[in-house]
Structures are given as structure tokens and as C-alpha cells.
């Protein structure tokens, strides 16, 4: 097992690495926007990935943020959240679907890049109680 210094330097550099995807292999010939538009971060006990079901679909086929099921999920695993609900949801992208998520998940919205940012600031002062 990686100790708590080594553990905590990884996990930033991922983190912050999540913060700066870019390009692609076509990224010239197509101009993709890679970064994240929508995210979800916290620290939890446990390995279950508890957003599964967070995002569905409309008839349409557009992505639908179903805020039912991440109210849920943050009441009956609340004693497994060691941290807040990190969201980020880049303005311009879901934007009908805003008010609803922040009220889901008791936390005002910010750009993923800034979630990011906010869980890494926050990592540096619990690491030890988080990773342990």
C-alpha cells in the first residue's frame, strides 16, 4: 500500500489532470472539446459508483440529469459521503436542467474545471482523513 503523501500526490495529479483533457487524435481535423461539460466528485467509503443512475435520457435522445435519483442516493448513503457533492456543469450545456441539479444536490453549480479545483484544495487539508 502507497503511503498517505504518495497516495495524495497521485490522486492531484489526476484530478488536475481531468481538469486539462484536450485534443484527441483527430483534434485538428475536427475541433473536438473534450473537457467536461458535466461531472460529479465527492469521497465516499466504499468502491460502489453511487451516480450511476444519475444521468439518463430524454425521448429525444438529449442527456437528462435525473435529480430524483442523486437526492436519493445522497439521503441513503449519507453516512458514506465523506465529502460534499462536487458538481460542475459548464454554462451553455443543460442549462434548463441547472436549478434542478443544485437544489439535487444542496450546492451551488460551478464549471467542472472549478469542481475540480475545489475537491483538490480541499484534498490538501484532508488527505489523511479521507485516504485512511
Do not use: M
Not at 503511503?3 to 486539462?20: I, K, V
Amino acid at each position: 500500500e502507497l503511503d498517505s503523501e504518495t497516495r495524495t500526490a497521485r490522486l492531484r495529479q489526476l484530478l488536475e489532470g481531468l481538469s486539462r483533457i484536450t485534443g484527441g487524435a483527430k483534434q485538428a481535423l475536427h475541433y473536438t472539446d473534450v473537457a467536461p461539460k458535466l461531472l460529479f466528485l465527492t469521497v465516499a467509503r466504499g468502491g460502489n459508483h453511487l451516480f450511476g443512475t444519475a444521468i439518463g435520457h430524454k425521448p429525444d435522445g438529449t442527456p437528462k440529469i435525473q435529480c430524483d435519483a442523486l437526492t436519493e442516493v445522497r439521503h441513503v448513503f449519507a453516512g458514506d459521503f465523506l465529502s460534499p457533492i462536487y458538481a460542475g456543469l459548464a454554462k451553455g450545456y443543460l442549462d434548463e436542467q441547472r436549478d434542478g441539479l443544485s437544489a439535487a444536490i444542496e450546492r451551488e453549480l460551478v464549471h467542472p474545471v472549478e469542481a475540480i479545483r475545489q475537491l483538490t484544495a480541499e484534498l490538501e487539508n484532508r488527505a489523511g482523513e479521507w485516504l485512511a
